[in-house]
């Protein structure tokens, strides 16, 4: 009886733990190296499968007579062959998927097929042709490709958005506050030839001439989603903040929050029509970029600053800046 390790594809004795003449010696040996193979720090997967006994004797018996005869067989039973895979699936990742996905309560909405098409979507962004070849490599059976385009139809006109949004909401607010929310854009590239309504050629992080769409998306201090918005691919980022955040607001009958973005926002349109709804914003942007009522700090005080620390700057409504003359070190009251 002896432990071995296949390393390389060679094998490799690690523990030589006896040789057996019985059954009985057999037994013992074994217990022997499963005690030896158990590590008390290294967890064990229940899975809830259980080990096969051996069908036949692990002992050739010997030819002559010994102690203990060879039980007699049953005809027609003898040892099983090798095992054969038949197939490999995934299926505790959609089990853990699919468990995440009632923990927020989205089986609200009643859409099996829905729900496969979102974790799909999750495991391998792909066609709806190839989605099917996912859920099955997930262990699930899939719907028809026609069922698929259906469902997706259905959840456009079924409004499943904003019955997803309500239920991302309760669960947000029920484990803290939204009064802090955070917003950013990104863009989605499609391989297409030609425009159409919403997939336009526009400005690309990538760089790309693709048609592509601008996505909005608002979430809490922790990063869960709450709202998010799709546009033109032609559509600036400053043009999709106030909507946003209009739709959230008036979606849910929040009155005062605090919105957070970067610099895509930094324009006075949105900031005026931020503070004319009552919102509290945090902008985010460089140094280099920082308005001109911060050139009279610069001048002074230079560019460097602490952790932490407030500058009180006058911003001019309307017409040239007086109020914050660089020539000038004192600001005035």
Known sequence: MQIAQYVGG????????????????????????????????????????????????????????????????????????????????????????AGVFTSLGFDAVGDEVFRDLVIARLVEPTSILDTGRVLAELGRKPASEKTMRRTLTRAHQDTYRDRVAALCFDHASSRGDVSLVLYDVTTLYFEAEKEDDLRKVGYSKERRVDPQIVVGLLVDRG??????????????????????????????????????ADAGMLSAKNLRELDEANLRFIVGSRVTKAPIDLESHFRWHGDAFTDGQVIDTLTPRTGPNHENDPALKAEPL
């Open 223 to 260: 990063g869960f989603p709450l709202e998010i918005g799709c546009f033109e691919g032609s559509k600036a980022e400053t043009a999709t903040t106030v909507p946003i955040v209009k739709q959230f607001q008036n979606r849910h009958g929040l009155a005062d929050m605090v919105i957070v």
């Open 10 to 97: 060679r094998q490799r004795i690690v523990k030589h733990v006896g040789s057996a003449h019985t059954e009985a010696e057999l037994g013992v040996l074994l217990q022997r190296a499963r005690e030896l193979l158990e590590d008390p720090a290294q967890g064990v997967l229940d899975i809830g499968v259980e080990p096969t006994p051996p069908v036949a004797s692990l002992v050739r018996p010997s030819r002559g007579p010994g102690l203990f005869d060879a039980p007699q067989t049953a005809p027609g039973r003898g040892r099983d062959g090798p095992g054969r895979v038949v197939s490999t699936d995934s299926r505790a990742l959609f089990e853990a998927l």
